[in-house]
């Protein structure tokens, strides 16, 4: 099966800027199937709804705090740092390679056919379980709403059962919307993704807000290396908080996963996909500080209670509930956000036959303009992942964990490559301009030293992700091979990846020239 082999969608329409997209990416072999609809401010909601740091922070900054104490806030910025020069490679590239699929397409046009297939396939696997990871996060918050949440025992902890139970049924029913959404077509979904991603935002400015004017403290708070449990060697334990920034800011390359749904792709995707990380990192960065400063005490209750407990300090039972409903609002666009990317990416690959089932899941439905059957498998896949919190949560939590890694992987898919192609001359002079005739984002003479630090921040990261640690994945100490999940869980991905490699299939991969429409 061939890309040219589909037959295209209904004419997109609107203006000529979707016609030379059109055009923009029949040059690279296939034609415009996905429709070709979403704005700038879309562009940028698939980024930031994804790394949702309303959900994230309110689940994780417990985590960081209990190893690192208040200074593990200087993590966030160093993640940031090192994520954006991430960013900065993937906008130049997104510029180039405007295709669904990002991951994939790039590493694939960066490395080959067998570093893009890994690239995806790490992607894929990461984007099923974080999925599921956000959709369970419902019993962490909407039991607190009301106790009619709980409709399975009356214990809402995820460790308990009837918690875990109650936890998949939530999570089940949120992925069976999040699916039918996917289904009904991309304007639908980026429609709901705005306004939930406003909300979020509006959330976000509300949390700020309460935190700063109930201070109880300086910002010099985060000086203090003090740590619950005065666990010594703080070298060690500040690494090991990193954890909570390197869990939150990833997923901004959504934008890129869209770029055939988005008009004049080659200029908004490297735009959004730095603006979404950029505003992610400060909203988070302001929101860890302003809880440091507002928390009613730095101890064991910070470390245990997270950002919850700091806010239902402040702001008391009424405004605390009204709060978590903009966090199950934040939960929602962060599962379809990401259930969104990874169908696209699905698809990507299926278009090229690089996965069983390939001309199922590359068919798009011509009335919806959405591949159907890559949302409806990876709401099932889902579903089937959250079953495991049942039997063991920390196995669950150990997989939300490492799927991480994945994601940390597949970025290195993308970045090491594009560091040889750029020592071979990639991208090249002059630079090429967009469907508009404006000038493609480049990093120029600062390309390979940006390129290099992008690959050692994720070469470390992915050390720090992987080692093995009891205290993150066996904290109860039950299951003592639990702790050597992350390099299981690499090892086991590459191993089935080997196996499910599709040996003998090559697709054709034209190497499109840059657009260059003369402005006018």
Not at 87 to 93: N, Q, S, V
Not at 126 to 149: C, E, K, N, R
Not at 230 to 250: D, H, R
Not at 351 to 370: C, E, F, M, Q, Y
């Amino acid at each position: 099966m061939t890309a040219t082999a589909q037959p295209p969608s209904a004419p997109a329409t609107g203006g000529t800027s979707q016609i030379g997209d059109s055009d923009d990416l029949s040059a690279f072999g296939y034609t415009q199937q996905l429709h070709r609809s979403l704005g700038t401010f879309a562009s940028f909601a698939a980024g930031f709804s994804f790394v949702s740091i309303l959900t994230t922070i309110f689940q994780l900054f417990g985590l960081g705090f209990s190893f690192g104490g208040p200074a593990f806030f200087w993590t966030w910025p160093i993640v940031y740092v090192g994520q954006f020069l991430v960013a900065l490679c993937f906008a130049e590239i997104a510029a180039r390679y405007p295709i669904s699929g990002a991951i994939y397409q790039w590493s694939r046009r960066m490395g080959g056919e067998v570093i893009g297939w890994f690239g995806g396939w790490f992607m894929m696997l990461a984007q099923i379980v974080t999925a599921s990871a956000a959709a369970i996060a419902l019993q962490v918050v909407m039991p607190s709403i009301w106790d009619g949440f709980q409709i399975i025992g009356d214990d809402p902890a995820l460790t308990s059962t009837s918690g875990a139970s109650n936890a998949v049924l939530l999570g089940s029913i949120l992925l069976v919307i999040t699916t039918f959404i996917n289904c009904i077509g991309v304007n639908w979904m980026s429609r709901i993704n705005n306004i939930g991603v406003t909300c979020e935002i509006v959330g976000v400015i509300a949390v700020i807000l309460a935190l700063f004017t109930h201070a109880q403290r300086g910002p010099d708070v985060v000086f203090d290396t003090g740590i619950p449990g005065e666990q010594p060697g703080y070298i060690w334990a500040f690494i090991v908080s990193g954890l909570m920034a390197a869990y939150v800011m990833v997923g901004f390359g959504s934008a890129g996963e869209l770029a055939e749904e988005t008009k004049n792709p080659r200029r908004v995707a490297p735009r959004t996909i730095r603006l979404a990380l950029t505003v992610s990192a400060i909203g988070g960065g302001l929101m860890l500080l302003g809880a440091l400063m507002a928390a009613p005490s730095l101890g064991e209750e910070l470390a245990v209670g997270g950002l919850p407990y700091v806010l239902d300090s402040v702001l008391g039972s009424f405004w605390g509930k009204v709060l978590l409903c903009d966090v199950v609002v934040a939960i929602f666009i962060c599962t379809l956000a990401i259930q969104t990317a990874c169908s696209r990416l699905m698809f990507s690959m299926a278009r090229d036959d690089r996965l069983p089932a390939s001309k199922i899941l590359a068919h798009v439905n011509p009335k919806t303009g959405t591949p159907i059957a890559p949302s409806i498998l990876i709401g099932v896949l889902c579903i089937g992942v959250l079953v495991v919190n049942v039997g063991n949560s920390a196995i669950f939590a150990t997989l939300a964990s490492v799927c991480i890694i994945l994601i940390y992987l597949a970025y290195l898919s993308v970045t090491g490559p594009m560091l040889l192609r750029r020592i071979k001359g990639w991208p090249g002079e002059p630079v090429p301009t967009d469907s508009e005739g404006k000038k493609l984002f480049t990093l120029g003479r600062f390309g390979i030293p940006i390129n290099i630090l992008a690959i050692v921040y994720g070469f470390l990261m992915v050390i720090n992700l992987a080692w093995p640690r009891e205290e993150i994945f066996d904290p109860a100490g039950e299951m003592p091979i639990l702790k050597w999940a992350g390099p299981i869980c690499i090892v086991v991905s590459v191993l089935v990846g080997i196996a499910c490699f599709p040996h003998g299939k090559k697709h054709p991969m034209p190497v499109a020239a840059p657009v260059t429409t003369d402005a006018k």
